[in-house]
């Protein structure tokens, strides 16, 4: 079955303490990569450890679930996002920067189902495509709560 990964990469003015803070809101996980809406969090000692998502493609709405396999606090984390017809991975890298915090983001997406095997060509160049404005406004999120962004 097709597969593809894109890397993107952007600097938040938030504090490397207050993103891994934001990681563990299931809300700044919504738009990006496969997941356009996400919900359903489940936590395991007080740590998001996974939750269920959507996505469209071809006028579907597909849901899915992700888990969390890696969770380095604070340099890197990695989830797995599952459903019918794609799956796929998303890997983040966080580093101190001078302006806040550096976000090196990874996503692959692999098809696993007919119909997403027929549209994965779209669904490739949508993520080759997109994938920088998303981790741009991913990073402004992150910053968007003022209670957040500052040590």
Do not use: C
Request: glycine share 8%; aromatic share 10%.
């Amino acid at each position: 079955m097709p597969s593809t990964s894109v890397s993107a990469a952007a600097v938040t003015s938030a504090s490397l303490t207050h993103v891994w803070e934001r990681f563990n809101d299931v809300g700044t996980w919504a738009g990006i990569g496969l997941a356009e809406e996400v919900f359903d969090p489940e936590y395991v000692d007080g740590r998001l450890a996974g939750f269920a998502w959507t996505t469209k493609a071809a006028g579907i709405t597909y849901r899915g679930s992700a888990a969390f396999t890696i969770w380095d606090n604070p340099t890197r984390l990695s989830f797995d996002l599952i459903n019918t017809e794609i799956t796929g991975t998303i890997s983040i890298e966080t580093a101190e920067h001078a302006d806040g915090t550096e976000l090196h983001v990874t996503v692959g997406a692999r098809s696993v189902g007919l119909l997403a095997s027929m549209f994965f060509p779209v669904i490739a160049q949508a993520l080759q495509n997109g994938l920088a404005a998303q981790v741009e406004g991913f990073a402004l999120r992150l910053a968007s709560d003022p209670e957040l962004a500052k040590d």
